[in-house]
């Protein structure tokens, strides 16, 4: 048989067991919330909600994150991997999308949001029941699998399209949450049928067996310890929190901005989302897996902050218009392909970071913390950027241009080895925080 030359191909066609039904459910992502969410915005707006609500939102949600993301450890190791990513899915997805079908007004919003918190906990569990039975050199490219999975998603997009301009924005969108709500059911039951627990979490929720919720957290602090004492944990924390914010800003009111500044119509928003997954899918196999083929890390990182840089100036420098002109839509695939860019890049190296660094035993109680630390430093960002919003719909893209120079200032100065070397160990870039081995590519 011939060989499979595309590493990404290969690592799909190799995959087994819980790694191949994380990926292989993730495309139904695409016939559920990813429907929805380029018209998220819009939506609060035409019931009637301000710009500062909407950011106010963005900031409670990632409140409610931080908290779950807290818990998220202890409730991942007590009760398993596999059972803790469906009960919270359900929580987080289910629930929430049925009271946003609902919606009346802001207190409509805000329960939902707060009760959407709990996707931390299933983002926990499930990124244990994802990689902690993979081959470590495997994760980036695991995690590279989802990101194309995830971009494939967005193909189902022309749907939404169609349904707003047959019935309206509110009208659909709340059909849209509906269909959201039952397609996240049927996904997390399809998961958690064809998964089965990892080998680290039936260890630790033996261990963990009797053991009261708050005991296990009481356990936090030596967690914390090893993350301090890692610098290439908290460099990768630092790129993380940047990278967040700017994707919490961007969900937020990206949509926003061309729809009410710009005056793209409603019905053409969905397509903007799978036009730069598009994109993120070929440059993915093409610039991007041969950018970060190299074993230095350094110059990638910088290229990602870079590039999405000036996709965001981009935004900004488009002129506003009631009447969007060719030129405008020219402009604005530009600002799409070098987004495109910049997220999968930052999206592979922020991801694979965190996951390589972790201690194998504290997996899901480290990277709780980790992600309660960068949802904090995340979380002001929603409320400030939807009072910038309020003035002027393009000031939140000046924030984002901000937070990644800042990124770039970091990647330049505080790049740090991802393992600290012994005495015995050569000094590089991408060392393995455990083994010393380079990272894989993709």
């Known amino acids: 048989m011939a060989r499979v030359r595309n590493p990404l191909l290969s690592t799909l066609l190799t995959l087994r067991g819980n790694g191949r039904a994380c990926v292989y459910t993730e495309p139904m992502w695409g016939l559920s919330m990813a429907l929805v ?13 301000q710009d500062h609500q909407i950011g106010l939102l ?43 079908a609902f919606a009346q007004n802001f207190w409509w919003f ?49 749907i939404a399209a169609l349904m707003v301009s047959q019935f309206g924005l509110v009208p659909a969108v ?28 039936v260890i630790r929720r033996e261990q963990n067996r009797g053991v009261p919720l708050r005991k296990a957290l009481a356990g936090y602090g030596s967690v914390l310890r090893l993350i301090v004492h890692s610098r290439g944990t908290l460099f990768a924390l630092l790129i993380s929190a940047i990278f967040s914010a700017v994707t919490l800003v961007n969900g937020t009111f990206w949509q926003v901005v061309v729809n009410k500044r710009l005056g793209v119509p409603d019905a053409l928003l969905p397509l903007f989302p799978m036009a730069r997954s598009i994109l993120s899918l070929v440059l993915f196999f093409t610039v991007i897996h041969w950018l ?37 839509y020219l402009l604005l695939a530009g600002c799409l392909l ?21 201690d194998a035993n504290e997996r899901s109680r480290v990277m709780a913390i980790q ?18 919003s309020q003035v002027d719909r393009s000031y939140p893209f000046y924030l984002t241009s901000a937070l990644l120079i800042i990124g770039m200032i970091a990647v330049g100065w505080f790049w740090v080895t991802s393992h600290e070397p012994t005495g015995d160990e050569p000094e590089g870039d991408d060392v393995d925080a455990d083994s010393g081995a380079e990272l894989p590519a993709l």
């Open 37 to 49: 969410l380029p018209y998220a915005s819009v939506f609060m707006l035409a019931l009637g909600l």
């Open 58 to 100: 963005a900031t409670i949600s990632m409140l409610s994150q931080m908290v779950a993301g807290l818990l998220s450890g202890a409730i991942t190791d007590k009760f398993g991997r596999r059972l803790t990513t469906a009960v919270s899915d359900f929580i987080a997805f289910v629930i929430p999308c049925l009271v946003w």
């Open 110 to 158: 805000l329960v939902a949001a707060v009760i959407n918190g709990a996707w931390q906990v299933s983002q926990n569990s499930w990124d244990c029941l994802l990689v902690e039975d993979v081959d470590r050199k495997t994760i980036p490219k695991v995690y590279s699998l989802i990101k194309v999975a995830a971009d494939l998603s967005a193909l189902f997009a022309p």
């Open 174 to 201: 709340r059909i849209l949450y509906l269909n959201a709500a039952f397609f996240m059911l049927v996904k997390l039951l399809v998961l958690y049928k064809f998964s089965t627990e990892t080998r680290m979490g």
């Open 292 to 328: 970060t083929s190299a074993h230095k890390l350094r110059w990638p990182t910088m290229w990602g902050f870079g590039v999405y840089l000036a996709g965001q100036v981009l935004l900004i420098l488009i002129p506003a218009t009631d009447s969007p002109t060719a030129s405008t």
């Open 338 to 358: 070098l987004d495109a860019f910049g997220t999968g890049v930052l999206f592979m190296l922020s991801e694979s970071l965190v996951a390589l660094h972790v």
């Open 371 to 388: 992600r309660t630390v960068v949802m904090l430093a995340t979380a002001p960002f929603g409320w400030i950027s939807g009072a910038l």
